[in-house]
C-alpha cells in the first residue's frame, strides 16, 4: 500500500474536497489503512496551467508548441499556427472524443437491439411495444399490417444511418423542430453519420489542415449534433423500448445501500445490458441459495455512475454513488466485487480493490485494464459472465478478511421523469402534454427550465457546485431537471423528493404542489441528457414559447464537468440552441476570437453559447439572467412581474 505521508505527498483537507458525508468519511478510513485515492492525485498533481486554457500543441512532432496565455497573439506555433487555430482543433478533438464514446456506446445498443429484433439473441426482449411503434411512425416508418418484429427489424435499419450514413442528414433529425432545422442547414452543420463526422474532425485537424477557427467550430457542433440528435438519443430510445421507459421509482442512494450481511455486487459503467443481465443473476434462486449456504442473508445489487443511473431510474435499483465515489466506496471493504464494462472507469480502481481484496472485473473488449480480472461479457450468452461474477462475488463474502465499515446514510429520492412520463404526469391520461408547463411558464409561475448535468470532478468540492447552483434555481422558479452524477449529488443531498418543494420559489412550490412532484425533475444517465432535448422539443411544438429552440426560457449547466463526453454534451446542447455554462473552467483562453466565437458569435448565429464560472451562484445568476432575457423576448416577462406582486399582495393581506 502506498503510504501517502512516508512519500512527503500533498495531503488534501478532506472538508476541502467532498460535501458527500460518506465520501468523507471514508476517505478518513482510506488514510488510517495508508490507501491513496483520486483525491489524494488530484492534490498532488497541479493542473498544467497552459493545457488548462487550451495554449499548446501537440498535433506534430515539430513541438510540442506553448504559447502565452497571457499574450495570445504574441506567438506562433513552428508552423504557424495561431492561438485560435490550436485552441478550436483540441477543442474538435475533445469533441469527437466524446462523441465518439456516446456513438460506440448507442450502436452496441442498435446492435443488441438488432439481435433482439432477429431473434438471435434471446436474453432480453421489448418492453415497449408502444414506444416502438411510436417511433416508427415518428421517423416516417410504414407500420400498416408489420409484426412487432418486422418493425423492430425497419427500425434497426433506419437508425443504422445514425452511424453509417455518409450523405444526408441523420434520422432524428425528423424530431428537431423546423426552424432549428432550417437553422442548422443554412449553417451547414446537420450531421451526416456520426463515423464520417467524427473521421472528418480527425483528418481536418492534422498538422496543416484545417486552420481556420469559424471552419472549425463548424465541425465542432456537426459533431455534436451527431453525438446528442444521434447515438446519444438512439441509445435512449431503444433502451426504453428494449427495457422500458422509467416512470417514478423510489430509489435508495448513498453508501449506506451496502449491506453488511449480504453478498455485495457493484456494477459500474454506461451500458445498461450488463446491468440488466446481473439483476437477472443476482435474483437467480440457485445463485442466492448458495450466498445463503455461505452465511449471507442474500445477494445485494447496487449501481453506481451512470448504468447505475439508468437501472436507477428504470427499476429502483439502488445506488452508492457519483464517479468520484467510486474509489471510497470500495474502501468500505463490503464490496464483493465490482463489475466494471465502459467510460468513467478509473485505473486507480485496480490498486484500492486490490487492497481491499475486492474482485474488480472489467466485462468490456473496448475496456481492458492492466491489473484487473477480465471476463468478457457476451449478449448472447450474458449470465455466463454474470453468474461467474455472482459466484466470485460469494467467494469472497466467505472470506473478506478486511475490516468492514459502511457508512449507514441512505437517501431516499424519486427518480425516473422520462419525457414520456412528464408529458403524462402534466396532462393526465386522456390529454397527455406540455400544455400545462407552457402555461406555468408564460404565466411566470415557472420563470424557466434549467438542465443541471454531468460529472463530479476533484478539482472542486464534490457535489457542492451541484446543489448549491440548484437551491439557487429552484428558490429563484426555475424547474431543475437532470441527469448522470449531477442527479445523484442531488439525491444525496434530499432533494428529488416532493417535501424539496418547500425550498422552491412561491411560484414553482404551488405547481409542484399541485401535480405530487419534486422541484428537480431526474431523467437518468448522460445519454440521457437527450431526453432533455426531447422535452425541449416538446416545449416548443406545443406553442406559445418562441418557434425554435434557442426561443426557450432554458438553460443548461454542468457544474462539475470533467469528462471529454461533457464537451461533447455542451456543445450539442450550444449548437441545439441552449445556453449551457460550465463550472471547474474552460479550456480557451479568454477573449481570444475562437474564445468569444463560443460565448458570443454562435448565439449571434441563432444558436445558443458558452458561459463559464466556478462559483454556483454566479453561475445562478447567469443562467436566470438569460431565462428573463429569453422571456423578455417572448413578450412574458410582464406576466412574471404580476405573479410575483401577486404573491407579495397575498403575504400582505396574511
Ligand atoms: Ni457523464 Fe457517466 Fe459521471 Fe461524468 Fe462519467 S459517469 S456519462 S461523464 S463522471 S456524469
Known amino acids: 500500500m502506498e503510504k501517502l505521508e512516508k512519500k512527503g505527498k500533498k495531503?488534501?483537507?478532506?472538508?476541502?474536497?467532498?460535501?458527500?458525508?460518506?465520501?468523507g468519511r471514508m476517505l478518513e478510513k482510506a488514510r488510517r489503512d495508508g490507501v491513496v485515492v483520486a483525491f489524494d492525485r488530484a492534490a498532488d498533481m497541479k493542473p498544467c496551467p497552459i493545457g488548462a486554457e487550451s495554449a499548446c500543441c501537440k498535433m506534430c512532432y515539430m513541438g510540442p508548441c506553448r504559447l502565452n496565455a497571457r499574450d495570445p497573439y504574441g506567438k506562433v506555433g513552428v508552423c504557424g499556427a495561431t492561438i485560435d487555430t490550436i485552441q478550436s482543433r483540441n477543442l474538435a478533438r475533445m469533441v469527437?472524443?466524446?462523441?465518439?464514446?456516446?456513438?460506440?456506446?448507442?450502436m452496441a445498443v442498435l446492435e443488441l437491439f438488432k439481435g433482439v429484433a432477429n431473434g438471435t439473441i434471446t436474453d432480453y426482449t421489448i418492453k415497449d411495444p408502444y414506444r416502438l411503434e411510436a417511433l416508427c411512425v415518428e421517423l416516417g416508418l410504414e407500420i400498416e399490417g408489420k409484426t412487432i418484429q418486422e418493425m423492430a427489424l425497419d427500425l434497426a435499419e433506419e437508425l443504422e444511418k445514425t452511424y453509417t450514413q455518409t450523405e444526408g442528414e441523420i434520422p432524428f433529425m425528423k424530431r428537431v423542430p423546423a426552424k432549428t432545422l432550417e437553422?442548422?442547414?443554412?449553417?451547414?452543420?446537420?450531421p451526416r453519420g456520426a463515423m464520417i463526422e467524427v473521421m472528418g474532425?480527425?483528418?481536418?485537424?492534422?498538422?496543416?489542415?484545417?486552420?481556420?477557427?469559424?471552419?472549425?467550430?463548424k465541425a465542432i457542433s456537426k459533431t455534436a449534433l451527431a453525438d446528442g440528435w444521434g447515438g446519444s438519443m438512439v441509445a435512449t430510445e431503444l433502451g426504453d423500448i428494449m427495457f422500458g421507459t422509467p416512470s417514478p421509482v423510489q430509489a435508495d442512494v448513498n453508501f449506506g445501500v451496502l449491506k453488511e450481511d449480504h453478498v455485495n455486487v457493484i456494477v459500474h459503467g454506461h451500458e445498461p445490458n450488463l446491468f440488466e443481465s446481473m439483476l437477472v443473476s443476482v435474483s437467480d434462486p440457485a445463485l442466492v441459495q448458495i450466498a445463503r449456504d455461505k452465511g449471507a442473508k442474500g445477494i445485494n445489487l447496487v449501481g453506481m455512475c451512470c448504468s447505475g443511473a439508468e437501472m436507477m431510474s428504470r427499476h429502483g435499483v439502488p445506488h452508492a454513488g457519483n464517479f468520484m465515489s467510486t474509489e471510497p466506496v470500495l474502501v468500505t471493504g463490503a464490496v464483493d466485487a465490482m463489475a466494471v464494462d465502459i467510460q468513467c472507469i478509473q485505473q486507480g480502481l485496480v490498486k484500492t480493490a486490490e487492497c481491499y481484496k475486492t474482485h474488480l472485473i472489467t466485462t468490456n473488449p473496448r475496456c481492458h485494464i492492466e491489473g484487473a480480472r477480465h471476463i468478457e461479457f457476451e449478449e448472447h450468452s450474458p449470465r455466463e459472465c454474470t453468474d461467474e461474477i455472482v459466484t466470485l462475488a460469494i467467494a469472497r463474502f466467505a472470506n473478506r478478511g478486511v475490516d468492514i465499515e459502511i457508512p449507514q446514510i441512505v437517501n431516499?429520492?424519486?427518480?425516473?421523469?422520462s419525457h414520456e412520463y412528464i408529458n403524462y404526469m402534466l396532462g393526465g391520461s386522456f390529454r397527455s402534454s406540455y400544455a400545462p408547463l407552457n402555461d406555468n411558464i408564460i404565466n411566470g409561475r415557472i420563470r424557466g427550465v434549467a438542465g443541471v448535468v454531468g460529472c463530479v470532478n476533484p478539482r472542486v468540492k464534490q457535489d457542492w457546485v451541484h446543489v448549491e447552483l440548484v437551491k439557487e434555481l429552484i428558490k429563484n422558479d426555475v424547474l431543475v431537471i437532470q441527469t448522470g452524477c449531477s442527479q445523484i449529488a442531488l439525491a444525496k443531498a434530499g432533494l428529488t423528493v416532493p417535501e424539496a418543494a418547500h425550498l422552491a420559489g412561491p411560484g414553482l412550490r404551488e405547481v409542484c404542489e399541485a401535480v405530487g412532484m419534486p422541484p428537480i425533475l431526474g431523467l437518468g444517465s448522460c445519454v440521457d441528457n437527450t431526453r432533455i432535448l426531447t422535452a425541449a422539443t416538446a416545449m416548443v411544438n406545443q406553442g406559445g414559447l418562441g418557434d425554435c429552440l434557442a426561443d426557450l426560457p432554458v438553460a443548461g449547466a454542468a457544474p462539475e464537468?470533467?469528462?471529454?463526453?461533457?464537451?461533447?454534451?455542451?456543445?450539442?446542447?450550444?449548437?441545439?440552441?441552449?445556453?449551457?455554462?460550465?463550472?471547474?473552467?474552460?479550456?480557451?483562453?479568454?477573449?481570444?476570437k475562437f474564445h468569444n466565437l463560443l460565448f458570443g458569435g454562435l448565439e449571434e448565429q441563432g444558436l445558443g453559447k458558452w458561459g463559464v464560472t466556478k462559483d454556483p451562484y454566479e453561475m445562478a445568476a447567469m443562467m436566470i439572467a438569460h431565462i428573463d432575457k429569453k422571456r423578455k423576448e417572448l413578450g412574458i416577462d410582464k406576466s412574471r412581474e404580476r405573479v410575483l406582486m401577486d404573491m407579495a399582495t397575498r403575504r400582505e393581506l396574511a
Not at 464537451?567 to 441545439?576: D, K, M, N
Open 183 to 190: 437553422t442548422w442547414r443554412k449553417l451547414d452543420i446537420v
Open 412 to 417: 431516499k429520492g424519486i427518480h425516473g421523469f
Open 96 to 106: 469527437a472524443s466524446g462523441s465518439a464514446a456516446h456513438n460506440d456506446h448507442g
Open 201 to 217: 474532425i480527425m483528418s481536418r485537424t492534422h498538422m496543416g489542415c484545417d486552420q481556420h477557427y469559424e471552419n472549425i467550430t
Open 561 to 592: 464537468w470533467m469528462s471529454e463526453k461533457a464537451v461533447a454534451i455542451g456543445q450539442y446542447f450550444v449548437a441545439s440552441g441552449v445556453y449551457t455554462v460550465f463550472g471547474v473552467g474552460f479550456p480557451t483562453v479568454k477573449d481570444t
Open 11 to 23: 495531503v488534501a483537507d478532506i472538508k476541502d474536497v467532498t460535501t458527500c458525508e460518506a465520501t
